[in-house]
Structure formats: structure tokens, C-alpha cells
């Protein structure tokens, strides 16, 4: 992915090194010596992303990403502090940054923040596609999910939905089985006909007769009149029974006797009723092992099974995560008049991290709590409860060990270039900058960053770092 790419900074040499590592990959490079300039550039020209110094001599850093945040909400902007500064970069987080990078720093390291923002960018932009599609969609609306799983599946519906079989969707809790049943009522002719679903495992197995197949007067204490059940209430339309595998052996004989002749008995009754019902039945549990068991008839399975449509969990559909979350959001702003417009770049690391047992039911029930406890216009990482945030500590904890002998290794490096220009020069900062390539403002930064001291002794003369002079 290539990129216009505006770079911001006061000194000369780190724009030249932006520069040249940028442009050697194929992007197009700007560069503004400061804010003012920056500003300038940004009124003429569209970039797809931005790295700029939080100290600069007229403006700060951290008006320019205000100003940039406020006009150019969807540019990732990526600051440049110095080490002792870590506490603006954190703060320019909170701001809306989208990163920020550390003096010095690497190659490897503009790279990879450069690759990060710019696939946030395409997932961003792909978001924005994905609401503009959805918009006006019926059924098919409320299905988000690009994700190649999810695609197979809606692929299978698409084909199954117009027929007269029965479907056996399977899946964790909180996968979206409800959703997908709904889909395939709405796909087929049926759509114009009631579509009633019922949660099985909520039942008493009494209640759960009388509810799917009805009773007559009489038929049990309580039942004062007749009532026509659930199969008969959904005729020519869709009748969804979810958590099927919680039904007892006595119901599911009952449930095999309705599906092989398509009709009726209610409770209590002689007489039986036909009805024209599709059913779409749903389970959380593994009905091979249940019939292994003994606990699942294997004839039902076969009757309910004539298609199966197997969810994946969110964690096999990560690259769906971001879009949902941002569903979500949408959702529940409306809901509660909320005027919320993005979510920070740190609070969707987090999400993306996070596991996700429940499922898409946790992302929305996530969301709709963001949505409530946001401060502003952005959804951050305070608004997302603790363990979610955890999720990212923790991860971020077990890279330290990782990324501190690299970090500790390009330190050690520089610190021994600067103590070699200095033992050179005399202890003469102008001269030991010049050696270096850097400038004297810089060369104070690293000291003090390195840690090397008042002071450094060069032939048993001691030279005092911050001065020009030397003393015996």
C-alpha cells in the first residue's frame, strides 16, 4: 500500500531521513519544517498519513494534531517525541494520535508504524464502504461480516434459503443463530408469512408441548380454553426453534412425528391439524455426542439436519470485529441520542485483542456500554471495562521481554558513537554534533537520554558535557 505521507519537524536532518527510507518504498513524501507550513500543505493537498514532532519552535505538536483531528478526522497521525517525553505521547493518544515514535528510533521502525496505519486506514475506509452498502438492504443488512467464513456461510444461505427444507444451524452462544434464521425466512417466499421463533430451552417440557403443538379445553389444570400452538400460529411461514438439543426424548419423538407428517396434535386432543411450516432449528451443543450419548435421537437429527450452516465464533472471524464494533456504535448512538463519530485508534487495538468468548452478543453488549460511558465524540479505551483493557496490558507486557534487549542494544550502540565524538572533539559539543550528523539540540537530547552524565573524562581530561570549554 502506497501513501502520501506528510512529515513534520523543526529539524532538517530527520525530515531528510523520513524522506529517504519513505520515498526508497514508493511513497510520496512532504515534509514542513512547522506547524504553520504543516498547515499550509494540509490546505492544498490530501495525505493519507502524517508523522510530526511534539516540539517545535512556533507551535507545539500537539496543536497540530488538534487542528488536524478536528478537519481531517480519518488522517492516522503519528507524533515524534524524545524518550524523556513519553508522557506527551501518551496524552497525544488521548488526543486521537494513532501512534507515536520514540528518538531514536529505526528503520524498521518508521516502517512498521507506517504498515499499521496505513492498514488501519484500509479497514477504516472499508468500513465506511461496508455502511454505505448496508444502508437501504433489507435482511442482508444485519449480517456484517467480510470475514471469508462468514462469506461462506451467507453463500449457503443464499442457496438453501428458497427451498421447503429444514435447516440446522450450529454455533456457540452469542454467533448470531437467531440472525441467520431470520435471514433465510427473509431470502425465501415465505418472507411475507410470520416467522416465530421460541427458545426451547426456556420450556418445562408440559409448558413446551402446549406452547409448540397447542391444547384443548380441559386438557390440564389451568388450560380454561383452547389454544392454537406455535406450528400452527407460523403456518406458510418459518417456525425457529432455538436450543433444540435441551428438548427431552418424550419431545423429541413428538417433534419427529410433526416433521415426518407434517401436522399436528394438540395436547389433549383427537384431531389433527396440518400445517405448512418450515422449520429452522438451532443448537449450542454437539448433537454428535448427544446421540452418542443416547441423549439425541439420531432420526430427529436426520429430519432437522437436511442442511447445516456452521457459525464461526468472532475469534475465527477477527477481521469482522472492527466493522461490528463500529455497527454497534451506530447502533446504540442512535438509541441513546449519543453523537459519538469514531472510535480511538487504542480502544480498537483493544477490542481487536480481546477474545471474544461470548461472541458477537459480548461485542454488542461492549459497545452499548461504550456508547453510555463516552465522555466525547470518540469511544476510547476508558470506556471499555476493565478486563478488555487488561487483554492489551497483558499482551503488551509479554512483548517487553522481546522488544527491551533490541531497544537496550541500539542504545548501548549510540551511546558509544556519542562518547567516541566526544573523547574526538575534546568534550566540543558543536564539533562532536557535526561528527555525528545531528544537531547540538539533539546531541543534549540523547546525553541526557543515554544517561551519560555532567560529565565524561577523555585522557584523564574531564570535560563537562555542557559547555564548549574544557576544565583540567
Known sequence: MLAKILVVDDEEHML?????????????????????????????????LMFSDLVMPDLGGMDLLKEVKTRYPDVPFIVITAYGS?????????TGAFDYLTKPFRKDD???????????????????????????????????GKSKAMQDVLKLVARVADSQATVLIQGESGTGKELIARLIHDLSSRRDKPFIAVDCG??????????????????????????????????????????????????????LRVLQEKEVRPVGGIASIEGDVRVVAATNIDLEQAMNEGKFRRDLYYRLAVVTVDLPTLRERRSDIAALAYHFMQKYAMIYDRKLSDITPGAMRA??????????????????RAVLLSAGQLIDEASLPLPIRQTMSHKTKRLEPFKNPIRTAGRNAERKAILKALKETSGNKTRTAKILGISRSSLYNKISKLGIGESVAVHGLKFEIGKNSTKA
Open 86 to 94: 513519553i508522557g506527551s505521547a501518551v496524552e497525544a493518544m488521548k
Open 351 to 368: 477490542i481487536m485483542e480481546n477474545p471474544w468468548p461470548g461472541n458477537v452478543r459480548e461485542l454488542e453488549n461492549v459497545m452499548e
Open 110 to 144: 518508521i516502517l512498521l508504524a507506517v504498515d499499521k496505519a496505513l492498514k488501519y486506514c484500509k479497514l477504516h475506509n472499508e468500513i465506511k464502504r461496508l455502511r454505505e452498502e448496508l444502508k437501504g438492504k433489507e435482511g442482508v443488512k444485519k449480517i456484517i
Open 16 to 48: 531528510k531521513l523520513f524522506e529517504k527510507i519513505l520515498t526508497k518504498q514508493g511513497h510520496k513524501i512532504r515534509t514542513a519544517a512547522s506547524v504553520t507550513e504543516a498547515i499550509g500543505l494540509l490546505e492544498e493537498e490530501a495525505f493519507d
Open 202 to 255: 426456556v420450556f418445562p417440557e408440559h409448558l413446551l408441548q402446549s406452547e409448540l403443538f397447542g391444547h384443548v379445553k380441559g386438557a390440564f389444570t389451568g388450560a380454561v380454553k383452547d389454544k392454537k400452538g406455535l406450528f400452527i400460529a407460523a403456518d406458510k411461514g418459518t417456525l425457529f426453534l432455538d436450543e433444540i438439543g435441551t428438548i427431552s426424548q418424550a419431545m423429541q419423538l413428538n417433534l
